[in-house]
């Protein structure tokens, strides 16, 4: 049989006819697997068809793409209203997919098709590249392990954006609220988390399936959170009169309290003076949360001020970090949960503990406390710097330093003095690059009264 009719009966490879106009709700129901992957990986579709299709009837995955005409790239044989699985493989950039049945046809499913690798700068790029503006002084970016994607706050909702492929998008208002006070990446870049208000959700971000954390709701407001890989998220709800710490899992029915004693419930326990606002952690591989409390919750805690203490989910009751320190706060962990950092209030200085061998790896004076890379080699944080009375306020520089060479890498100023004053800073990639919260514009030196997220790469510029 000649290879054209071979192909005609197969119904592969070749343009398909023309789509109807379409009039009330499509009879073809279709779900993709993901939005985005590498060139080459499958796209899994699946639905439903109606009662009224013929019986032996093919269903056709049809993908089109740079605006060339429908190809059909799967079949399989479908029952009246039966399921169907289909799959076809992703090309560079955009394309659309359908899926038909005889003469009927389902909505239309965008993916784009991403050519896999580290983010690499433009030749000769500029040292700071920005991301965004922040209307929310407070709301600080968060960025993925490999710095590909890069978090921020919006003005109607977190802004994602891609540091690969320049992509950048707003997550539409029908996904969040209006006013996000907090979002966070996880370290693969797969999860997005955000909270505002009463209301926290997560959004994978290949499925677009969008969960609502069951927090019980509670005087005050949700004012961070952060993701794990696999969808678990730890949440602080800040009230008028202190804090509280949550963490949910995906599949738990209900967000579990942290900063109470083992075995109370959390609805008998009222808003504690004593408890800290701090963020609460968890790790990239979600095996171990950190969070502050002021609460005594372990019998080695003898004082009331906040402490910073690791719980392991499943563990009947948290640790605290160093009973030798007063005051800590401002926890950070390694994407698997063997390095802590946290800050040291009483003598004002940033801290990395290795958690395995149980010993202290670096101390600095610091402003706040130091960010950890995913893999645990880097600490992202900005240093203290002295003035003399009635001096101006110092800009602050953002610092990477390698904790296995203790080299430390400063943001730069340039001829005209401009240059970053950090709030965060957040390392990807080993430390080439990081994300860096700041108050000032680097390339002009102008203040602004919102926060601004920049990447700041090293990569042949230091």
């Known amino acids: 049989m000649p290879a054209l009719v071979v192909a005609l009966a197969l119904g592969l490879g070749l343009p398909s006819s023309a789509e109807p106009a379409a009039r009330g709700p499509r009879p073809v129901s279709l779900t ?7 060139p080459g990986e499958d796209v899994v ?6 009662d009224r299709v013929a019986e032996s ?3 056709l995955l049809q993908r089109r793409s740079r605006g060339r005409t429908w190809t059909t790239v799967d079949r399989v044989a479908v029952q009246p ?3 169907y699985r289909l799959s076809g493989p992703l090309v560079e950039g955009r394309q659309d997919w359908k899926v038909r049945v005889g003469d009927l046809f389902s909505a239309r499913r965008a993916t784009r098709g991403i050519v896999p690798g580290p983010y690499d700068p433009d030749p000769g790029g500029p040292a700071f590249r920005h991301v965004h503006g922040s209307q929310y002084q407070r709301f600080a970016a968060d960025v993925s392990a490999t710095g590909r994607s890069v978090v921020t706050a919006g003005t109607g909702g977190p802004f994602l954006q891609d540091q690969l492929t320049r992509h950048a998008e707003q997550l539409p208002r029908d996904l969040t609220s209006y006013l996000v006070s907090s979002g966070a990446v996880s370290d693969d870049g797969l999860v997005l988390a955000m909270a505002q208000g009463q209301v926290a959700q997560t959004l994978g971000m290949r499925s677009q399936d969008l969960v609502r954390v069951p927090v019980p709701r509670a005087r005050g407001r949700l004012s961070s959170v952060a993701v794990a890989d696999d969808g678990s998220v730890t949440l602080t709800r800040r009230t008028r009169d202190g804090g509280q710490a949550w ?3 995906p599949g738990r029915a209900r967000a579990l309290r942290l900063d109470v004693p083992a075995g109370t419930d959390p609805s008998t326990v009222g808003p504690d003076p004593a408890t800290s606002r701090e963020p609460a952690t968890v790790s990239g591989d979600g095996a ?3 969070f502050v409390s002021s609460a005594r919750l372990a019998d080695d805690d003898v004082d009331d001020e906040p402490d910073v203490y690791l719980w392991h989910p499943g563990q009947a009751a948290p640790v605290l970090v160093d009973p030798g320190l007063g005051a800590t706060g401002s926890p950070s962990l390694s994407g698997d949960g063997t390095r802590l950092a946290y800050l040291d209030v009483t003598a004002g200085e940033v801290v990395v503990r290795d958690l395995d061998a149980e010993e202290e790896v670096f101390r600095a004076a610091a402003v706040g406390g ?3 890379s995913a893999d645990g080699g880097t600490l992202g944080w900005v240093a203290a710097v002295e003035t003399s009375p009635g001096e101006p306020a110092p800009a602050h520089p953002a610092r990477l330093t390698d904790l296995a060479t203790g080299v430390t890498t400063v943001s730069p100023v340039d001829a005209d003095g401009h240059g970053l004053d950090a709030l965060r800073v957040v390392p990807a990639d080993g430390g080439r690059h990081a994300v860096v919260t700041t108050t000032v514009d680097p390339r ?5 009264p919102i926060t601004w997220a920049w990447t700041w790469d090293t990569e042949g510029v230091w």
Request: no cysteine.
């Open 81 to 83: 209203g039966g399921g």
């Open 444 to 448: 002009t030196g102008e203040a602004y």
């Open 247 to 249: 963490w949910w899992t």
């Open 288 to 290: 171990t949360v950190a």
């Open 45 to 50: 579709a699946t639905g439903t068809v109606p």
């Open 32 to 38: 993709l697997d993901r939005t985005w992957g590498a």
């Open 57 to 59: 009837s093919f269903a």
């Open 370 to 372: 130091g960010v950890l």
